[in-house]
């Protein structure tokens, strides 16, 4: 969990606080096959810049926010995404997660941890968008908050430290797509089961919750999908209605009130 004894500036800035309070993220470039036949990262367009708070609280410099909930990021990701989406209960082999905004890769790994306890077969597929990817050391020294996670991010950040964006062992197959989301994800020739919304404030950016973004993401999702967002704007909620999903509003995680879900009719 996050470091104990945050100053208050941190606390003003964290994820758990109201949407209208907090920054934005960018999002997602794509990756290259390599001759090996593993997946190189290209260079992105720009690299996550950081500053650390506490001692281990990773915050954007380029956003002024925290890269988890200060209120134990680990147990929001599982509330706001992992219930949100009905997890782990709809794991099935071959089950695809979709994701906007990699960060710490915290979530990635939660769900992998979930994956596993439910004794799914197979690999669980995770695809990510990530304009900003954080160095392996930087995400290494964040996951020291998150045992749990940290205990499973080894041959993971093995593959990131080496430049790839592909990662494969057997129990995921994971894929990085570096660049804007709102370009990258377009061309993204796939479905996802369950999408993880997890860019910055829609109030702070507000060009990576759009109407057009919002539909890329019901394209690609497939029938009976669904998706989860730690945000209930209501200019979200209605665009995600909008391109076709069934929105409900829901419980929030820690201090806020609430938070986003819904299913793509099949």
């Known amino acids: 969990m996050p470091a104990t004894g945050q100053s208050a500036d941190v606390a003003r800035n964290a994820r758990d606080l109201p949407d209208e309070t907090r920054n934005a993220r960018s999002l997602p470039d794509e990756a290259r096959a390599a001759?090996?036949?593993?997946t190189d990262r290209e260079e992105p367009a720009g690299t996550?810049?950081?500053e650390w708070r506490d001692g281990g609280i990773p915050v954007s410099t380029r956003f002024d926010d925290p890269y988890f909930s200060l209120a134990n990021g680990l147990a929001e990701t599982r509330h706001v995404f992992l219930a949100g989406n009905g997890?782990?209960?709809?794991f099935r082999p071959g089950f695809h997660i979709a994701e906007l905004g990699f960060g710490t890769g915290l979530n990635m790994l939660a769900t992998l941890v979930s994956w596993t306890a439910a004794g799914v077969p197979g690999r669980l597929r995770y695809t990510s968008f990530e304009a900003f990817p954080m160095s392996a050391p930087d995400i290494?020294?964040?996951?020291?908050?998150?045992?749990?996670a940290e205990a499973i991010a080894g041959p993971f950040l093995d593959a990131w430290a080496a430049g790839h964006s592909r990662f494969v062992n057997d129990t995921l197959d994971l894929t990085v797509v570096i660049g804007d989301a709102r370009q990258t994800l377009p061309r993204w020739p796939d479905r996802a089961d369950a999408w993880y919304l997890d860019g910055f404030s829609?109030?702070?950016?507000?060009?990576?919750?759009s109407g057009d973004l919002m539909a890329e993401v019901a394209r690609h999702t497939a029938p009976g999908g669904s998706?989860?967002?730690?945000?209930?704007?209501g200019h979200v909620r209605r665009a995600l209605a909008a391109a076709g999903f069934a929105v409900s509003r829901l419980p929030g995680h820690g201090t806020k009130r609430h938070m986003s879900a819904g299913v793509l009719p099949e």
């Open 35 to 38: 001759p090996d036949g593993t």
């Open 48 to 50: 996550a810049a950081l």
């Open 87 to 90: 997890l782990p209960g709809r």
């Open 140 to 148: 290494a020294r964040a996951l020291r908050a998150f045992p749990e």
């Open 202 to 209: 829609p109030a702070k950016n507000p060009e990576l919750w």
């Open 227 to 233: 998706f989860a967002t730690y945000t209930a704007a």
